[in-house]
């Protein structure tokens, strides 16, 4: 049994990972733009035509703009998404994609993986998150990846699939005195700060020190803000939560990289 997954990036200029099961490839997010995702891909020696479906977790363009630009490359693409976020991104599309609409809190199944969908506060119409539940032959090398971006705050829902994922990605948006000291406007730093907007560092950290008993053995922070965030910050808060869970491996996601971490 095989099993890959690449973060091809995470932050506010695009989203987009692969996971990779048994000659399966299942995409998350495809927030890169044409070139950019070719370009993304070719350093994992993989072509747009190889991806069998594309998980689509809400209509802001970091996490669909490259959707057109796979689909004329590879039109037999499966696109999951919800009926609202489908909608709207149908919307600004001049091709249809192959709609695959799912309901959000559902769990369903793409060929021997099992996907759940997470719903998240975010201001968008339907907002989700992923947690993917890769095939193994045996429970030890069953992987449950958690794509978990874009978050207003921490649900007990989010608590809940925070704390069964193996490999898990988690946003850390912002950090506080950034946010203040940032030239942007006072409605948009209060959007981003909002129950509806993005996770800070600090809620990021609680979110998970405040887990009694949680799995992962990977951790990537993605979705850093490259004006209000830098990684030695994100790094610092995070050995505290090395500290309380020695097993952890913990990847800061730098804003300004393609394909960042691959795992396999
Ligand atoms: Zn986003
Ligand atoms: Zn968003």
Known sequence: MSFAFHILGTSSSGNCSVIETNGVRLMLDVGFQGPRLEAA?????????AIDAVF?????????????????QNPALKVFANRETARRIQGALKVRPDWQIFET???????????TSIPIPHDAADPVGFAVD??????????RVTWLTDLGHATEVIRYHVALADVLVLEANYDDEMLDASGRPQHLKQRIRGNFGHLSNLAARDL????????????????LSKECNRTTIVEALMNEVRAHKTDLRVTVIDPLEDNPASLS
């Not at 070719?42 to 072509?47: D, G, H, I």
């Not at 363009?61 to 796979?70: E, F, P, R, T, V």
């Open 41 to 49: 891909l070719a350093k994992l020696s993989l072509e747009a035509r």
């Open 56 to 72: 689509i977790t809400h209509e802001h363009s970091d996490h669909c703009i490259g959707l057109a630009a796979l689909i004329r």
């Open 105 to 115: 809190g559902t769990t369903f199944e793409f060929r021997g993986h099992q996907i």
């Open 134 to 143: 890769c095939p193994a032959a045996d429970s030890a090398t069953a992987r």
């Open 208 to 223: 998970l020190l405040g887990l009694r008993e949680w799995q992962a053995t990977e951790l990537y922070l993605g979705h």
